[in-house]
């Protein structure tokens, strides 16, 4: 791997000084510039690079960069013999198209059915723990709790989302969803690369890739394509393959075969109907490997929405799903994978010019000795396993937008559209570019501090007031009386105004989400209510209890050896496990434990991953309440009904609040605070102490 690292960082040194070599002599004010990559030859040694660009020791970098360049810039230093390729940055997007769509909710999982999935069973829990396939979903995040198991996350676009929040479009989660249901043993890897309008840069993608080999991931999915060829890309690819990684891609939605799908070494996915023929959603002739359901796909999705997918994304995650069975049931290199698929392919009675994907005899296939399938046994004509399709047969009603099922007990009713601005609005308060205008203190209002129930139903109440009676956001906000409740008058005071200065700012600006179709009014309200969806998401991030199966589980005294910063008032193991038993809000640690070991733990699924699922659970709440057009009767109710329980009907630590008593008491007298006691826990470390 440090020969990976090497690689990149002598590449991008070039990359880095290629405007000291042009600097003045070729290009004029006029010539337009463009992002471009650079790629070295391998053999180009560091002493070499610093010749070439004129940069020093400082100038190494071991990540992906890019540069600015005119045409003439570019083409001049293609011509240094060192240089690989010198490329635009160029752009790739994710390969679905989605249309809104009437449907009923208990639609069968015909697209399972269509390859054989359901009859599947990949191999004993306890294998799979041992045998784990790391699968790479290289895409525009993962929602937080939509797949069956834990997601590991790493973000390439270098800005800090919460977990919760991470999926601006549900096109990764719609992935991810699909690969899970195939193989609810594969171990998911959220490889963000593909931004809010599902869009990335090759630098991107690239980056992506090379963390992908750095960590050794088994299989990566690539729902996304471009038109234009990439030398570097292709060389990202290669060094994959030669790492024994498969690659899975989507073959494009147009008529001709985008890349990486087109590259030898990735298998590319085109799509069909529910009836086994090629989709309106698909590429039809070109490389082709195999296909896969591609239209009307029923996935979750954001915010705990159901949706339908089309386009070759959602096949492609099929195929995915079905190598990593393979892979997880019998430990094979790509190459016999990629033959074992061929091998078992339907071709629906030779109707069809490429062969539908068929997990179980795939299985079967590779019960066998794999390397030993000769040609003319590739390929099968069984009879194709077709739900009816009269559970589609509404007509279009319009482009661009999904139509939702919410789960069972769960009828929420909001539209895509509207669900889009709630999540954009969560998203962005955690994003630098909005955070600079919001002052300090009234930060920390929507991030779980001071009194987050005041917080959450005065959000509520002035979203409610702006969506079903209109009006300015302004006498929404007059209309009720607010206060954190900090035990400081004045403090009270200063934010009592600065939250409806944050209010106004998030209403009043486009933000980069918006409807055309949607009233203001509306608009407007549905931002403040992403406002809520992100204090009640914080509030379980940050303001929950630390387990005290904590000090066993997860920062045991090894761990914590690793990441102590020599905090005065916690100086040692025994003080730190003794302030968990007292009661300690997560947030605590990131005080006593370094940046790597403490803040990022608040953030971390993985670190008692329940409180994740109650905070969704509380955001859905607030939806249904909503969309119903009513207030609970007593606020604490949505975060009791949000608390989870283990087998034995115990209360997880982790599923309760810091000052939720409190927090009711001030807001609603004692006896209300008294039902809810159970949820609610004093940390030994006071919040309000440092506000002033």
Sequence with gaps: MKRIKRMVALSMSIAIGVNMIFSGNISSAKEEKHEYLVLSNQKCSLKNVKEISGISDNGVQNELGYVELTKAEAEKMEENEEIVAVEKNISFSGLQSSEKKDFKENVDKWNLALINADKVKVKGKKKAQKNKIKVAIMDSGVEYNTTKQSVIRVNMLENEIAPYFEDGTGHGTSIADVVSEINPCAE??????????????????????????????????????????????????????????????????????????????????????????????????????????????????????????????????????ACSVLMQNKKMKPELIKKAIKASVNNNNNTLQYGILDVNKAVKICEKEVSKIEENEIGNNEKLRIVDSDLFKARWNGAGHNSIIQTANQKVGFSTEELEIIKQASIN??????????????????????????????????????????????????????????????????????????????????????????????????????????????????????????????????????????????????????????????????????????????????????????????????????????????????????????????????????????????????????GIGYYSFYPRTGEYFTNK
């Excluded at 998911?188 to 593909?194: G, T």
């Excluded at 730190?576 to 997560?586: A, L, S």
């Design 188 to 321: 998911i890897y959220s490889v963000k690369v593909l931004n809010d309008e599902n869009n990335a840069k090759l630098d991107t993608i690239v980056k992506g890739i090379y963390w992908c080999i750095e960590n050794d991931i088994d299989i990566i999915n690539m729902s996304f394509g471009s038109l234009s060829y990439s030398k570097i890309l292709e060389d990202a690819i290669d060094l994959a393959d030669k790492h024994g990684i498969l690659m899975i891609a989507a073959a494009g939605n147009d008529n001709i075969v985008e890349y990486p799908a087109k590259f030898n070494d990735v298998i590319s996915v085109a799509g069909v109907d529910q009836e086994g023929m090629m989709s309106e959603e698909s590429v039809e002739n070109g490389k082709i490997d195999v296909l896969a359901p591609g239209e009307n796909v029923v996935c979750n999705s954001i915010l705990g929405s159901k949706t339908l997918i089309s386009g070759t994304s959602i096949a492609a995650a099929h195929a995915t799903g």
């Design 429 to 674: 308060l955690d994003r630098p570019e909005y955070r600079k205008y919001f002052k300090k203190d009234t930060e920390l209002i929507f991030h779980g501090r001071f009194n987050y129930v005041s917080t959450i139903e005065y959000l509520f109440k002035v979203a409610f007031k702006l969506y079903y009676e209109g009006g300015s956001v302004e006498n929404a906000c007059n209309a009720y009386p607010y206060s954190p409740h900090t035990y400081y008058p004045d403090v009270d005071q200063k934010l009592m105004k600065t939250i409806d200065t944050a209010i106004l700012y998030m209403t009043k600006n486009n933000l980069g989400f918006s409807s055309s179709t949607l009233a203001t009014n509306k608009q407007q309200a549905l931002r403040i209510v992403g406002m809520i969806m992100h204090t009640i998401g914080d509030t379980y991030a940050h303001d929950a209890r630390v387990p005290v199966r904590a000090c066993s589980e997860k920062i045991t005294k090894k761990y914590f050896k690793t990441y102590y910063k020599n905090q005065t008032t916690c100086t040692s193991y025994e003080d730190f496990c003794k302030e968990v038993r007292d009661g300690m809000m997560i947030k605590r640690i990131r005080d006593i434990l370094n940046d790597e070991g403490g803040s990022k733990l608040e953030d971390t699924e993985s670190f008692y991953r329940n409180r994740f699922v109650a905070a969704q659970t509380a955001s859905k709440e607030i939806l249904v309440y909503f969309k119903k057009r009513q207030w609970p009767e007593k606020t604490e109710k949505i975060f009791e009904t949000a608390a989870i329980r283990d087998e034995n009907h115990a209360l997880y630590q982790e599923c309760t609040l810091g000052y939720l008593y409190k927090h009711v008491n001030n807001l609603f007298g004692k006896d209300r605070a008294l």
